[in-house]
């Protein structure tokens, strides 16, 4: 037999696609796009911190910020953003998705302002001050994924319902760009105001002192456009499936439901008592039956994240290093300070721009006519070959007359890991897993991704560096060189194509269907 829904749900899986769909997308996207800018805007300021605060006086070369600094100040964000996943997912099981959404909005906000206005008498001051806002922004960040995705998930209908999640996750290649553009817009404003001489030219004033406000205002700009989304957010009323199969409450889910669709709808609450009977909808995430049922989906979900941000962390974060070694960016001390914030945001923002945003987008087309099982297969075996493509010859690509060809096969690793892994694995747990455990393991799922960003950002920082002391970074012990990280991400990209055999195919199904959240 045909499995029964309630009609409130059945009406959400076949409704035609309408206002409230792109309502939902831009309220839900728009934290995605605050997470972004704030994620990654601070790949575009390190080495500007790094001549404001650890410049020594007679060094050959700019400062730079010290190892455990700049592991700090860039990883403190996401060990943050993982503790969010972990604490807000559990909570918008047991509160509901709408009374914490709010939340997280707020953290974003204040912490992305604090951030910039970091204080301190000495350079550790400083940085301790923004490595604890940094933190705190991250815990926010890291609310937002379960919280939206799972949002748009219930929201969405079962045709369209991956083009709704994947364009949430979308707004992320807005925000890496829009970081990008924002530095450059500072960056020359202050530059042609302020002029400075080159580092070699003269060390003492290659380094502006309005220099200091360029990071703060890039940091602080995150903030704005979440802030504008605050009313609709606290405005959206819950999702139906939460308040309808968790809180068990399906007169309320009609009546918010109604006012959303526009049609009169009944509340089954006979129907109600019947699923919510069902052995199938009562486990527990610690219990023997959920393992039965969904232990290898998380074990799918969880590793194909967490091998998929390891890779794609440690390429977006440390874009300006690659870029640095093949030339693309000259050396430090051929530019003053401001400058090279300039050329680093004109190199990520080229790249967000020609490959990363395309990626994205290409995923919410194709996701519900090709599937998610194929796209992030498929993602994972082009970026394999592309890391290696780049590795395996690396010498080569490091001639000046290679270096475009370079960029351009790197550009090609960002777009199959957007029009693949990277919006797959947000978008498969908010539909494989029941209600009263959606956000949850979502959150889960999402954090193990973050472990990965973390390996990733922390690794590579060390990893990349050369063995050639006169090329490696101040403080940094010597690595395996760019090379051979490369070609140890490719590794990693190939694991996660055998770990997406254990992710089921959710596409067209409604979410009842594809838990066992009905009656038979």
Known sequence: MAREQLQVLNALDVAKTQLYHFTAIVIAGMGFFTDAYDLFAI???????????????????????????????TGVALVGTLMGQLFFGWLGDKMGRKRVYGVTLILMVVCSLASGLSFGSTPKGVMATLCFFRFWLGFGIGGDYPLSATIMSEYANKKTRGAFIAAVFAMQGFGILTSGIVALIVSASFDHAYKAPTYEKNAALSTAPQADYIWRIILMFGAFPA??????????????????????????AVQDMSKVL??????????????????????????????????????????TWFLLDIAFYSNNLFQKDIFTAIGWIPPA??????????????????????????GYWFTVVFIDIIGRFTIQLMGFFFMTVFMFAL????????????????????????????????????????????????STCHGISAAAGKAGAI??????????????????????????????????????????MLFT??????????????TGGGIR
């Open 391 to 438: 590795a395996i010859p690396y010498n080569h690509w490091t001639h000046e007359d290679n270096r475009i060809g370079f960029v351009v096969m790197y550009s090609l690793t960002f777009f199959f890991a957007n029009f693949g892994p990277n919006a797959t694995t947000f978008v498969v747990p908010a539909e494989i897993f029941p209600a009263r455990l959606r």
């Open 227 to 252: 802030a504008l989304t605050f009313y609709w957010r606290i405005k959206m009323p819950e999702t139906a499936r939460y308040t309808a199969l968790v809180a068990k409450n399906a007169k309320q």
């Open 43 to 73: 790949s575009l300021v390190t080495k500007l911190l790094g001549r404001i605060y650890y410049t020594h006086d007679g060094a050959p070369k700019p400062g730079s910020l010290p190892p455990r600094v700049a592991s700090s100040v």
């Open 333 to 358: 001390r051929s530019m003053n300070a401001v400058h090279e914030v300039y050329r680093i945001a004109k190199a990520q923002t080229l790249i967000a721009l020609c490959s990363t945003v395309p």
């Open 262 to 303: 526009n049609v009169e709808l009944e509340a089954e609450e006979e129907k109600l008592e019947k699923i919510a009977e069902k052995p199938a909808n009562s486990f527990s995430l610690f219990s023997k039956e959920f393992l039965r049922r969904h232990g290898l989906h998380l074990l799918g979900t969880t590793t």
């Open 501 to 514: 055999f254990l992710v089921p195919e959710p596409n067209g199904k409604s979410l009842e269907e594809i």
């Open 455 to 496: 390996v990733g950002a922390f690794g590579f920082l060390y990893a990349s560096q050369p063995k050639d002391p006169s090329k490696r970074d101040a403080g940094y012990p010597a690595g395996i060189g760019v090379k051979y990280t490369l070609i140890v991400l490719g590794c990693v990209n190939a694991l996660g």
